[in-house]
Nanobody, 124 residues
Framework: QVQLEESGGGLVQAGGSLRLSCAAS????????MAWFRQAQGKEREYVAA????????NYADSVKGRFTISRDNNNIILYLQMNSLKPEDTAVYYC?????????????????WGQGTQVTVSS
């Protein structure tokens, strides 16, 4: 059984930075793509970024491109999301997810394991 646990969320002022982490336990995830999604209050869950099994390929939503960086440590099976130049509209619960294949995209249906989420709040 795969378990994912996010950490690193919190309250930050606009323009600030946070780094989210997602630690995995259970079956080895180094052969799976991983991703970050987020869900703001009252809105649907939306895609943020994805990274391939090896870390060589990354993809970002237009809303975070140039500000967020996704990375992974396959030795320790940890997924990261470095978030810079944060905006109030980035406020949401952020979830990490493990995909079903080596490469996965922006569709939540491509991911079968999810963490519980970590709250990120950006004040103006």
């Amino acid at each position: 059984q795969v378990q994912l646990e996010e950490s690193g969320g919190g309250l930050v002022q606009a323009g600030g930075s946070l780094r989210l982490s997602c630690a995995a336990s259970g079956r080895v995830l180094d052969s799976r793509a991983m991703a970050w999604f987020r869900q703001a209050q009252g809105k649907e869950r939306e895609y943020v970024a994805a990274i391939s099994w090896s870390g060589s390929s990354t993809n970002y939503a237009d809303s975070v491109k140039g500000r967020f960086t996704i990375s992974r440590d396959n030795n320790n099976i940890i997924l990261y999301l470095q978030m810079n130049s944060l905006k109030p509209e980035d406020t949401a619960v952020y979830y990490c997810a493990a995909g079903t294949r080596l490469y996965s995209g922006s569709n939540a249906g491509e991911y079968d394991y999810w963490g519980q989420g970590t709250q990120v709040t950006v004040s103006s």
